[in-house]
């Protein structure tokens, strides 16, 4: 019995803003992936669409003056024509909020509730008095209840990370009037998540893809597994089934997105939707590393729920860094798809390549233009690039043409050899090691013509000359061949230099085995070029400026008068004890020396400090804040530390714990 079709898909961009780097971390991969296995001979369909439902969209729409429906339709816009620019062509790019995914989101949440997997619940949701409405999500901010940190209604960004249900952050404030919130009683409905604990370990044990989402995902249904409330106090988006003030929570609508573009695109093309989502199937998921939670947890239950199909893997990106920190928007630390590259005139091949060959697909990726200059520089040009573009120069000058012979055999055994490398990795979703692979071989037809020496051995023996030349054009053929999925546009140019007059995706991957055709080629040019340093040093520069121009826009703080100043009182300790909070992989509780007590405070420094080597450690404490639980943890006081990585102020010279900052 023949396999399944593969489908493909990616997490939906979110219409609310343009396409930056940190979003083709998750889309280029799977186009290389879906590029790769259609040349292995598979049957694949690449889905995907615009996330258009949500609060944040909603206040977006509300600032700019439109429409939620207007926001979506000009970004969706954008992502569908920036995604063709790089390269990156989906068989099908929907909406969520178009009609199908409504009516296929309607019926699986009715089918949810037919087998009881819904129930309602009353629970106390903040209401802004001013605004006169319910506060969903982004619409509202407080105090996280588990570790105390500010945090928005949905979750606690600034603190633990901890997803937050309607109605559990503490004092809430409106976002829209900034008033003091208060909590009334409303209805929602909650899918029984609790209920597939057994269901998931088993399914998480066997779904296909990187470790990094089994193994997180594995890591939450042990710790506890909790209800998830389904319904939001929206006008915009879904309509949850018999309620017109309740839409369904847009991380039900959006994964559902999935299964209405396959329809769409079923309707299009005259197929059978529910091939890909009926029974087994082989869906294979590519996601950003922070969305593992629904798509490994939520999404499959949900599924299984409802009768349908489960993903057959789920293939996670590591986070984006931008020279060396945190991918920030409001800090500057953004590189646009558009704005900063593409409009500048630079390849998208180069890019693809970079986000590919960079590190491993589950490793945290950094991007600087030094970085992705010296990576392009040094393989693609250098390597792939002077490969190419020596053999052909040398084969159209004294040959007119790939000249007519036989691979030597061990010119074809580097190929198969190579061509089995890059499958294995390639099912295993380590495009980098594929990638690598690939270059070896271009490196490998590099070593072969230096040490062969065709300029010499033309002068001697033509013939010999023209056997080391097929034997290049061989590879180089292969190698166009194989990294079409990674540099679909350089590979095609590559494909008409070595004289063939059709399209190189057209060809199976294993036609990088079969004998290089001989015959007249066009007169080569150079397949790539190099980044100058005058180029990255502008591309760098305009980088430099965006974070200096937000370092400004963050600095216009309110002016405090000396008499408020005052009132902080801040003074030196000393580190005595240091210890991991339970349960956090940010928070360390320390017992500090303030001169006539010891306070215990609680620090998010875990990532930057050992416990270990605090303890000893002059700090500056601000002493006379209010008491606060944070994860559950008492703290009284705060240590100052500066910058991202939490560098602490120190006293000069030494001092005696206690000593008052003037």
């Given at each position: 019995?023949?396999?399944?079709p593969?489908?493909?898909?990616?997490?939906?961009?979110?219409?609310?803003?343009?396409?930056?780097?940190?979003?083709?971390?998750?889309?280029?991969?799977?186009?290389?992936?879906?590029?790769?296995?259609?040349?292995?001979?598979?049957?694949?369909?690449?889905?995907?669409?615009?996330?258009?439902?949500?609060?944040?969209?909603?206040?977006?729409?509300?600032a700019?003056?439109?429409?939620?429906?207007q926001?979506?339709?000009?970004?969706?816009?954008?992502?569908?024509?920036?995604?063709?620019?790089?390269?990156?062509?989906?068989?099908?790019?929907?909406?969520?909020?178009?009609?199908?995914?409504?009516?296929?989101?309607?019926?699986?949440?009715?089918?949810?509730?037919?087998?009881?997997?819904?129930?309602?619940?009353?629970?106390?949701?903040?209401?802004?008095?001013?605004?006169?409405?319910?506060?969903?999500?982004?619409?509202?901010?407080?105090?996280?209840?588990h570790?105390?940190?500010?945090a928005?209604?949905?979750?606690?960004?600034?603190?633990?990370g901890?997803?937050?249900?309607?109605?559990?952050?503490?004092?809430?404030?409106?976002?829209?009037?900034?008033?003091?919130?208060?909590?009334?009683?409303?209805?929602?409905?909650?899918?029984?998540?609790?209920?597939?604990?057994?269901?998931?370990?088993?399914?998480?044990?066997?779904?296909?893809?990187?470790?990094?989402?089994?193994?997180?995902?594995?890591?939450?249904?042990?710790?506890?597994?909790?209800?998830?409330?389904?319904?939001?106090?929206?006008?915009?988006?879904?309509?949850?089934?018999?309620?017109?003030?309740?839409?369904?929570?847009?991380?039900?609508?959006?994964?559902?997105?999935?299964?209405?573009?396959?329809?769409e695109?079923?309707?299009?093309?005259?197929?059978?939707?529910?091939?890909?989502?009926?029974?087994k199937?082989?869906?294979?998921?590519?996601?950003?590393?922070d969305?593992?939670?629904?798509?490994?947890?939520?999404?499959?239950?949900?599924?299984?729920?409802?009768?349908?199909?489960?993903?057959?893997?789920?293939?996670a990106?590591?986070?984006?860094?931008?020279?060396d920190?945190?991918?920030?928007?409001?800090?500057?630390?953004?590189?646009?798809?558009?704005?900063?590259?593409?409009?500048?005139?630079?390849?998208?091949?180069?890019?693809?390549?970079?986000?590919?060959?960079?590190?491993?697909?589950?490793?945290?990726?950094?991007?600087?233009?030094?970085?992705?200059?010296?990576?392009?520089?040094?393989?693609?040009?250098?390597?792939?690039?002077?490969?190419?573009?020596?053999?052909?120069?040398?084969?159209?000058?004294?040959?007119?043409?790939?000249?007519?012979?036989?691979?030597?055999?061990?010119i074809?055994?580097?190929?198969?050899?190579?061509?089995?490398?890059?499958?294995?990795?390639?099912?295993e979703?380590?495009?980098?090691?594929?990638?690598?692979?690939?270059?070896a071989?271009?490196?490998?037809?590099?070593?072969?013509?230096?040490?062969s020496?065709?300029?010499?051995?033309?002068?001697?023996?033509?013939?010999?000359?023209?056997?080391?030349?097929?034997?290049?054009?061989?590879?180089?053929?292969?190698?166009?061949?194989?990294?079409?999925?990674?540099?679909?546009?350089?590979?095609?140019?590559?494909?008409?230099?070595?004289?063939?007059t059709?399209?190189?995706?057209?060809?199976?991957?294993?036609?990088?085995?079969?004998?290089?055709?001989?015959?007249?080629?066009?007169?080569?040019?150079?397949?790539?070029?190099?980044?100058?340093?005058?180029?990255?040093?502008?591309?760098?520069?305009?980088?430099?400026?965006r974070?200096?121009?937000?370092d400004?826009?963050?600095?216009?703080?309110?002016?405090?008068?000396?008499?408020?100043?005052q009132?902080?009182?801040?003074r030196?300790?000393?580190?005595?004890?240091?210890?991991?909070?339970?349960?956090?992989?940010?928070?360390?509780?320390?017992?500090?020396?303030?001169?006539?007590?010891?306070?215990?405070?609680?620090?998010?420094?875990?990532?930057?400090?050992?416990?270990?080597?605090?303890?000893?450690?002059?700090?500056?404490?601000?002493?006379?804040?209010?008491?606060?639980?944070?994860?559950?943890?008492?703290?009284?006081?705060?240590?100052?530390?500066?910058?991202?990585?939490?560098?602490?102020?120190?006293?000069?010279?030494?001092?005696?714990?206690?000593?008052?900052?003037?």
């Amino acid at each position: 019995m023949s396999a399944p079709p593969l489908l493909v898909t990616c997490g939906l961009p979110y219409t609310n803003g343009p396409c930056h780097l940190g979003h083709l971390r998750t889309y280029v991969p799977a186009d290389c992936y879906v590029r790769y296995m259609r040349r292995l001979g598979e049957e694949v369909v690449f889905v995907c669409g615009s996330d258009n439902h949500g609060t944040p969209i909603v206040v977006s729409a509300e600032a700019e003056g439109v429409t939620p429906r207007q926001m979506s339709e000009k970004y969706h816009g954008h992502f569908d024509s920036t995604f063709r620019r790089m390269g990156v062509v989906f068989d099908h790019f929907g909406m969520t909020d178009d009609p199908a995914n409504h009516a296929r989101t309607t019926a699986i949440v009715q089918e949810l509730i037919r087998k009881g997997y819904v129930y309602s619940q009353v629970v106390h949701q903040a209401y802004c008095t001013r605004c006169k409405r319910f506060l969903p999500d982004r619409y509202v901010e407080g105090i996280c209840p588990h570790c105390g940190a500010s945090a928005r209604g949905d979750e606690c960004d600034q603190g633990c990370g901890k997803h937050l249900e309607p109605g559990e952050i503490k004092e809430p404030v409106c976002k829209v009037c900034g008033m003091k919130a208060e909590f009334r009683d409303q209805e929602h409905f909650f899918f029984r998540l609790s209920a597939f604990k057994n269901y998931l370990l088993p399914y998480l044990d066997a779904v296909r893809g990187t470790a990094n989402a089994k193994n997180y995902a594995i890591g939450w249904i042990k710790e506890d597994l909790h209800d998830w409330c389904i319904t939001r106090t929206l006008d915009w988006g879904v309509k949850f089934p018999g309620r017109d003030d309740l839409v369904v929570y847009v991380w039900v609508d959006a994964p559902i997105g999935y299964i209405a573009f396959t329809e769409e695109w079923a309707k299009k093309t005259g197929k059978d939707w529910k091939r890909y989502w009926c029974g087994k199937n082989r869906v294979t998921h590519f996601i950003g590393g922070d969305i593992i939670y629904h798509h490994c947890i939520f999404w499959p239950a949900l599924l299984h729920g409802a009768g349908y199909g489960v993903p057959h893997a789920i293939v996670a990106s590591g986070m984006l860094k931008v020279d060396d920190h945190k991918f920030s928007k409001s800090r500057g630390y953004v590189v646009w798809t558009n704005e900063d590259y593409l409009d500048r005139g630079l390849p998208a091949d180069y890019l693809r390549y970079y986000l590919l060959a960079y590190t491993s697909h589950t490793r945290e990726l950094n991007f600087s233009w030094n970085l992705f200059a010296e990576r392009i520089n040094n393989e693609v040009v250098n390597i792939f690039g002077n490969f190419v573009n020596r053999t052909l120069q040398f084969a159209h000058r004294e040959f007119r043409g790939i000249p007519e012979g036989r691979a030597d055999p061990a010119i074809m055994a580097e190929i198969e050899k190579t061509l089995e490398t890059v499958e294995r990795y390639m099912r295993e979703y380590e495009f980098k090691s594929a990638v690598d692979a690939i270059m070896a071989l271009a490196a490998y037809g590099n070593t072969y013509v230096q040490g062969s020496a065709p300029w010499k051995l033309v002068k001697t023996d033509k013939a010999a000359a023209a056997q080391v030349i097929y034997n290049c054009a061989q590879i180089a053929q292969a190698v166009a061949l194989l990294i079409e999925p990674v540099m679909p546009a350089k590979a095609q140019e590559c494909w008409a230099m070595l004289g063939y007059t059709d399209e190189v995706a057209s060809h199976r991957i294993g036609d990088a085995a079969r004998p290089v055709p001989a015959g007249e080629i066009p007169a080569p040019r150079p397949l790539f070029t190099r980044m100058e340093e005058e180029q990255v040093k502008m591309l760098e520069a305009l980088l430099q400026k965006r974070v200096a121009d937000a370092d400004r826009k963050s600095e216009k703080i309110p002016v405090v008068s000396f008499e408020e100043f005052q009132k902080l009182d801040i003074r030196t300790g000393r580190v005595l004890s240091c210890e991991p909070v339970p349960k956090s992989n940010k928070l360390l509780k320390l017992i500090v020396d303030i001169g006539n007590e010891k306070r215990q405070i609680v620090a998010g420094m875990q990532q930057f400090y050992k416990p270990e080597e605090m303890v000893g450690k002059d700090v500056v404490v601000v002493t006379n804040l209010a008491p606060a639980k944070i994860f559950g943890v008492e703290s009284n006081g705060m240590i100052l530390a500066a910058g991202d990585t939490a560098s602490l102020l120190i006293p000069l010279r030494p001092v005696e714990p206690g000593s008052k900052i003037r």
